[in-house]
């Protein structure tokens, strides 16, 4: 049972243009978003977060929306740069006895071409 | 600020060996710990998380075990590797609450043979 979907395991882009990558989950108990980008034999870098309460958060190039009755959010990066290729991991949280446990997407492998 | 530490960053393994791999965190206190799994071309796994000293939470049935065995050190065994234990292993932390971001370290990538 896969409770945060992400569809699109790659996403090619110009750069200077937007990318946008989305993110689906099933558990209504999620309360907590976050985007993570990930390089090759690294950790996870964070890079942005929504609460449930909100429907928008931007820092900077980055922009999360959440749209709460249709289980879908989505990462906005405009615009975008070579750096930015990686793969982006979005996760749903919810606490349980004390800790935030996050379920995580499968990943999309953004290319930014110059 | 907080740091996370894994080590070794890299460990190749036979079947049936043993596995210790040790993560610490640096700049907080009481922090939540996790230890989540990627295997190739897959998203990331949660394995084990603690809330405090010596409290583990296991959250799939699996060849591994996790300790805690100081407030800011978790760790990761085995008695006996399979080769489905091969992947990437990284640790993370909170510092605890209802709305917190899991910070990850490095990572070690486990290769068993």
């Known amino acids: 049972d896969q409770q945060v979907k992400q569809n699109s395991p790659s996403l090619s882009v110009q750069e200077g243009r937007i990318s946008i990558l989305n993110c689906d989950y099933t558990?209504?108990?999620?309360?907590?978003f976050l985007w993570y980008k990930k390089y090759p034999a690294e950790g996870p870098t964070f890079l942005i977060s929504?609460?449930?309460?909100?429907d928008k958060n931007e820092d900077g190039r980055f922009t999360v929306f959440l749209n709460k009755s249709a289980k879908h959010l989505s990462l906005h990066i405009v615009p975008s740069q070579p750096g930015d290729s990686a793969v982006y991991f979005c996760?749903?949280?919810?606490?349980?006895?004390?800790?935030?446990?996050?379920?995580f997407g499968q990943g999309t492998r953004l290319t930014i071409n110059p | 600020s907080q740091t996370i530490h894994q080590w070794p960053a890299t460990l190749v393994q036979p079947v049936g060996s043993p596995l210790s791999l040790e993560c610490t965190v640096e700049?907080?206190?009481?922090?939540?710990l996790y230890w989540y799994r990627q295997a190739a071309g897959r998203g990331l796994q949660l394995l084990f998380y603690?809330?405090?000293?010596?409290?583990i939470s296991s959250e799939v049935p699996q060849n591994l075990s996790a300790s805690r065995p100081q407030d800011r050190q978790f760790i990761l065994s085995s008695k006996k590797l399979l080769l489905s234990d091969s992947g990437f292993y990284l640790c993370a932390h909170t510092s605890g609450g209802a709305v917190d971001t899991q910070y990850f370290g490095p990572g070690t990538r486990l290769t068993v043979l």
């Open positions: 996760a749903a949280s919810a606490l349980n006895q004390g800790a935030q446990k996050l379920v």
């Open positions: 929504i609460s449930s309460i909100k």
């Open positions: 558990n209504s108990m999620f309360d907590y």
């Open positions: 603690s809330v405090g000293i010596g409290q």
């Open positions: 700049g907080t206190s009481n922090p939540n």
